[in-house]
């Protein structure tokens, strides 16, 4: 027998021992392919992992932590491969709940079918005082045009519709819902809103952005027992696909209590890093007890604001510094003026608060560095602050230098690079697509990217996302070689930006977002290895069991 083999079978005839005498001091998981960044962003590879009171001990050889904790029980990883646990550091933790409640129209690729979900759901619930719902994309249908509250009315004439757009910057309703929120000729659009109307000037039934909020004020809340059971279905979410720690776009004061309340009582299964829902009535009761950098051993966090400086690309209410190139006389919508945008950067980060600002077009984005540059120019150490672009969507070449400048986080969700591609060029044209989904230039100058999915308008899986990074192609390989493709990401900038990178943007970095002797001991098992896979297969990946801080909150099995 050779010496080693000999030294690891006295190891674990000691273990046994150990075992049988009640020592229990922590646990090692072997025979596991672990790979991990050290806080360097050098990529380390592992086979066994050593952890005790929810933290990391240390990771390395069997051998090797078998010799130094030979109190440790062990626990057979059966050859899988082991990642840290995934951080989203764009995503919407109750959006993705409330889905689970209502009706969900995502992936649906036809007005009639569309309007077939809407007869379905409200013949099973009767009872609803509204039909809700998310999810609906006309880009996905073949007309390719916004739907009307008369394709409602067809199906549900006699109670009220509200139908998000699938990112969350348009509704659809039907005429109901229109009398209820007694909408009219003429009724003003808001700043940063449209109603859209038909030519005799009556609204359709589609609102983008601001104008939504027409609707949503005569919609009846949900009640506490509803949002409760749409945590904990996020949370069985999140788990399942391996995501440990998400970084909340948007977060109120009651959203806020429920996160502290499943903290508190042991529910919370995953790190929430919440954004304040800007810098109004919600920052002014909220920021009394922030910025709060840690909660229950770092579950919760809330030290930054997300603000929306404009819409989407989808539903045409990204503001674009020209019109649209398929829509001439439109180039979407600024919510606020630069001097009201101004205003609110400072305030938020004036109280300390990160600033995590929401740009997709190219006007947003040059809007929304312009405020930062004015808050360096007003305060003093703002790049310690790690302020975030969230979407980076579309920016000028001549702007993404400033990113740079104002050591700006580029928060982005790679997914939507694959998601647009069927409409992206036809909205900002082939001039506008230099600046447009540009990783690698972000990359190259030193940006960090933060990456995410903005769940629930893209899948809550991750490894889409990671796969989106590698290949700039939809789930069927589409379009060869790649969605312009010299911005894919390698693997380790993918795996980086949803592990260490992302635990940067939260401030994070020494915590979690890698596996290093101290940190919390938050990792996934997954069925295959991700850096060996063909790229092709990236999405495919399941997620076998999810770890947080040492404890398991999700089997595959």
């Keep these: 027998m050779r010496a080693e083999t000999l030294f690891v079978t006295l190891i674990l005839v000691l273990f046994m021992s150990c075992a049988e005498s009640g020592i229990d001091n922590g646990f090692i998981i072997h025979n596991i392919n672990g790979y991990t960044f050290n806080s360097a962003g050098e990529l380390n590879r592992f086979e066994a992992i050593g952890i005790k009171d929810g933290r990391i001990v240390e990771t390395g050889t069997s051998a090797l932590l078998f010799q130094n904790y030979p109190g440790y029980r062990l626990v057979d990883g059966e050859g899988k491969s082991l990642l840290p646990g995934l951080i989203d550091a764009h995503a919407h933790v109750m959006g993705l709940g409330v889905r689970g409640l209502d009706l969900n129209l995502a992936g649906i690729r036809s007005l009639e079918e569309s309007i077939e979900a809407v007869r379905r759901f409200a013949a099973e619930n009767p009872d609803r005082e509204w039909i809700t719902g998310r999810g609906w994309n006309q880009v996905l249908w073949g007309e390719n045009e916004f739907p009307a509250a008369s394709d409602l009315d067809r199906v549900v004439p006699d109670r009220p519709v509200y139908l998000t757009r699938v990112d969350g910057h348009a509704a659809w309703v039907n005429s109901e819902a229109l009398r209820l929120a007694g909408i009219d000729q003429d009724t003003p659009n808001l700043q940063g809103g449209v109603i859209i109307r038909d030519a005799d000037g009556a609204a359709t039934g589609i609102f983008v952005d601001a104008a939504m909020r027409y609707i949503l004020e005569v919609i009846p809340d949900k009640t506490a027992e509803d949002y409760e059971l749409a945590l904990e279905l996020a949370l069985e979410e999140m788990a399942r696909y391996g995501i440990t720690s998400v970084h909340d776009a948007s977060t109120d004061v009651d959203e806020w209590a429920l996160y502290r309340m499943f903290a508190d009582s042991g529910k919370l299964t995953a790190r929430i890093y919440a954004m304040v829902a800007g810098t ?145 060029k036809d909205r900002v044209g082939p001039e506008r697509m230099k600046g447009a989904y540009a990783w690698q230039s972000f990359l190259d100058q030193g940006t960090i990217i933060a990456g995410g999915s903005d769940f629930p308008v893209e899948h809550v899986n991750p490894f889409y996302g990671l796969y989106a990074a590698v290949t700039r192609q939809d789930h069927g390989g589409m379009p060869p070689g790649g969605w312009y493709s010299e911005h894919k990401m390698s693997r380790i900038e993918a795996l980086r930006s949803f592990t260490l990178d992302a635990a940067y943007a939260a401030f994070q970095e020494d915590v979690i977002g890698t596996l290093e002797t101290g940190k919390w001991a938050d990792f996934i098992l997954i069925d295959r290895d991700y850096f060996e896979v063909p790229a092709d297969d990236i999405w495919k990946i399941d997620v076998l069991e999810t770890w947080l801080a040492g404890e398991k909150i999700f089997s595959a099995n």
């Design 280 to 424: 109004g009535a919600i920052f002014d009761e909220m920021a009394k007890e922030g910025p709060i950098r840690s909660y229950a051993d770092d579950l919760l966090s809330l030290r930054s604001v997300k603000i929306s400086a404009d819409g989407a690309l989808g539903s045409r209410g990204a503001a674009l510094l020209e019109d649209y190139h398929d829509d001439p006389g439109n180039n979407g919508l600024l919510f606020y003026t630069q001097d009201e945008l101004n205003a609110m950067v400072l305030k938020g980060a004036s109280a300390g608060f990160q600033m995590n600002i929401h740009a997709i077009g190219d006007a947003a984005n040059r809007q929304v560095l312009n405020a930062f540059d004015h808050i360096n120019q007003k305060l003093d150490n703002q790049d310690l602050m790690r302020h975030r672009i969230e979407h980076a969507q579309v920016v000028a070449p001549a702007d993404i230098p400033r990113f740079a400048e104002l050591g700006l986080i580029a928060s982005i969700q790679q997914i939507h690079a694959t998601s647009d591609m069927n409409m992206a």
